[in-house]
């Protein structure tokens, strides 16, 4: 029964055998050599998760500080942040939050390409992918509240190309750029709320987090200290050196454009329509991952043979194993739900009372005198011709009594595990090694002779020498390094633009008003001769430009066609005088037009024209 799921090999021939092949192996592959280059700390792709978390700490901790000082409001915002970039702390402050955020998203993708490439979404891991896909979510959207904040004309295009985006979907009730762009709807208050927004979704973040490591045992919250200095001190660094510029305050009547768009938040407003949807399709894609049946085998428990020593508990990298009582004496049981068929728990038992794929039982261990390589299912290992391989899907499932038996024969065991922090069952090899060196439970015997790491020509040692030290410094700056990047320069897609824009209520084709009886049933103060029911009539819009018609038909708002008409869009034009003309019409008979206008319009570069008609309760507005 122990010796389940072991493939077995002839001597090898000196030949570097690699893993199963896939994806797998590959990034395998490149962690440990990232490992074997600079030690633990080096491994960016293990320490990815814990990374971000670093930088969600430098974001709290400069985020607490920026909050002391902003004050609420589009001028009032601008004018507190300018402050703060005035004076060396805040400035300083300022570019950590934004270096880090940007961090943040880097190592989250990096961990994401992680667990997508070993195929960590299936079975038990649909809970840490599908939080984790939120986490990033939430992420990028409270980045691109913090943009809003600022309220410069970065800040104020981000806010056009988003509102411009969602009005397209139509599933607003009115345009949302109309709030942008008419005076004094853009009230403090929203910013008010921006900041709410800004604020409490990381507290929803928080509670992502807890649900994304439910399931993982002892989970790496940080990274080695090594790692997180280097973090640090990269992003103070940066920050000192290159603090984030303020960029001109957000002005409706101009066309924000010429200034670069942060990579990680605001890369939509270069993104193409098209490749956006293309983004949301690949989200979607990643969410349904986890439908991928192929689950993990889950380990079962032998009660005739369990003593309930507790050592699979102490070791389960995923807290899948518990004790529950059973007579005198407590019983390890396996949670299927929680089980990603590691078999790290088949090298805890020392009495073989775990197994975990019945199919495999029959595989006997090596019968020759040669070493035995011990290695996992991805790592790639460089075989000496007179050895055999053990490849399992941890090193740490190979059970006690297999190492007695080998031990008993003379054989050499030569463990090659993927690396303490690439193991991609998270603590196999530390928990391998520490059996083996006798210093976790169960012990290997002593007359085992085991050779760790030698096929790998692993450290596997925690501690790195002072030039593994520098390596690991240097491998991690250049992971810190896209955080510094400020994005690819943004222009909008014309030289000027002409806005039209109406809010108004259109007549009513049919409406009543209140009966006598229904008045009676009424207060005297409440008997108003209004219409309680009715259906407004659709308008046409036609605008002219030089000679070019765009024409429009608004619907009234609300379901039964009563509510007020909006509308905006934008038309691109080249800088100079055109003719322009504006007509606003009901469609209904007899209805005079609310709006008719025709002239000349001067439009310099980079201008924002407006022309609408019903805006702050006016009629025709001309800016
Ligand atoms: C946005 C910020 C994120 C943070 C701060 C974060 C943090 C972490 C941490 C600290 C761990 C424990 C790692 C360990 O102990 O080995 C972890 C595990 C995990 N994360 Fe994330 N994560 C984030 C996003 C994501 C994303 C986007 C995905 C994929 C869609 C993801 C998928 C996973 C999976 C599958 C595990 C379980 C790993 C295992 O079984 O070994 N995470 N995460
Ligand atoms: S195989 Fe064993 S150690 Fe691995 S997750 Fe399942 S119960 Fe835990
Ligand atoms: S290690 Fe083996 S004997 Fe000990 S509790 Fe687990 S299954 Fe039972």
């Not at 390890?332 to 009372?353: E, H, S, Y």
Request: glycine share 12%; charged share 15%; aromatic share 8%.
């Amino acid at each position: 029964m122990a010796h389940e799921r072991y493939q077995t090999f002839g001597p090898g021939g000196g030949r570097l055998r690699p893993g199963r092949p896939g994806p797998a192996a590959v990034w395998v592959r490149l962690e440990s050599l990232l490992e074997g280059a600079g030690g633990v700390a080096a491994n960016v792709g293990a320490w990815s998760g814990a990374l971000a978390v670093v930088c969600f700490i430098l974001i709290l901790v400069s985020g607490v500080y920026l909050f002391l000082f902003y004050q609420v409001g589009a001028e009032a915002g601008y004018r507190s942040v300018q402050a703060l970039s005035g004076e060396p702390v805040g400035a300083v402050m300022r570019a950590v939050h934004r270096y880090a955020s940007r961090g943040l998203v880097v190592f989250a993708l990096i961990h994401l390409a992680r667990y997508l490439l070993t195929g960590r979404f299936r079975g038990p891991w649909w809970i840490p992918w599908l939080t984790g896909l939120v986490l990033l979510l939430i992420a990028w959207f409270v980045g691109l509240t913090g943009y809003l904040l600022v309220w410069d004309v970065a800040g104020f295009a981000a806010a056009r190309v988003l509102a411009a985006g969602l009005d397209r979907l139509g599933i607003l009730g009115q345009p949302l750029m109309l709030s942008l762009i008419e005076a004094g709807a853009l009230r403090d208050n929203i910013f008010l709320i921006v900041l709410y927004v800004h604020i409490t979704v990381p507290v929803l973040g928080a509670f992502f987090g807890w649900l994304h490591l439910a399931r993982v045992a002892r989970p790496r919250l940080l990274p080695p200290l090594l790692a997180t200095v280097v973090t640090t001190a990269f992003y103070v660094g940066l920050s000192i050196l290159r603090p984030v510029p303020l960029l001109e305050p957000a002005d409706p009547a101009r066309l924000a454009g010429g200034f670069p768009v942060d990579p990680f938040y605001l890369t939509y407003m270069a993104l193409p329509g098209l490749a956006g949807w293309a983004v949301a399709a690949v989200a979607a894609g990643f969410a349904t991952l986890p439908l991928i049946r192929r689950r993990p085998p889950a380990a079962r428990v032998d009660p005739t043979r369990c003593t309930g020593c507790g050592f699979c508990v102490a070791d389960c990298p995923y807290g899948a194993v518990r004790l529950q009582p059973a007579g005198h004496r407590p019983v390890a049981v396996v949670d299927p739900a929680r089980c990603v068929g590691c078999g790290v728990c088949l090298g805890a038992c020392p009495l073989d009372g775990i197994e975990l794929d019945p199919a495999r039982e029959a595989a006997a261990l090596p019968a020759g005198p040669g070493p035995v390589v011990v290695t996992c299912e991805n790592a790639a290992v460089q075989v000496p011709t007179e050895a055999a391989v053990i490849r399992l899907p941890c090193v740490a499932a190979l059970p006690v009594s297999a190492v007695r038996q080998l031990a008993r024969r003379g054989v050499e065991i030569r463990l090659a595990p993927c690396g303490l922090s690439a193991c991609l069952y998270r603590e196999g090899s530390t928990w391998v090694l520490g059996r083996a060196g006798r210093r976790r439970y169960p012990y290997w015997p002593r007359r085992a002779t085991v050779i760790p790491g030698e096929t790998l020509k692993m450290p596997l040692s925690r501690s790195a020498s002072l030039r593994g030290r520098a390596v690991a410094a240097v491998i991690l700056a250049v992971s810190l390094l896209p955080g510094g990047w400020d994005g690819p320069y943004w222009q909008p897609p014309g030289e000027a633009v002409l806005q039209v824009a109406v809010r108004t209520e259109a007549p009513f084709i049919w409406s009543r008003g209140l009966t006598e009886e229904e008045k009676s049933r009424l207060l005297p103060h409440m008997r108003a001769d209004v219409p309680v029911a009715g259906e407004r009539a659709d308008l046409r819009l036609r605008v002219t430009v030089d000679g070019v018609p765009h024409e429009w038909v608004i619907r009234p708002g609300g379901i039964r066609r009563n509510g007020p008409s909006s509308f905006f869009a934008e038309v691109y034009l080249s800088p100079g005088a055109h003719q322009v003309s504006f007509s606003l019409t009901p469609l209904a008979a007899g209805a005079p037009p609310l709006a008719d206008w025709e002239g000349t319009l001067e439009v310099g570069r980079g201008e924002a024209r407006l022309i609408g008609y019903g805006l702050g309760g006016t009629g025709l507005t001309l800016r």
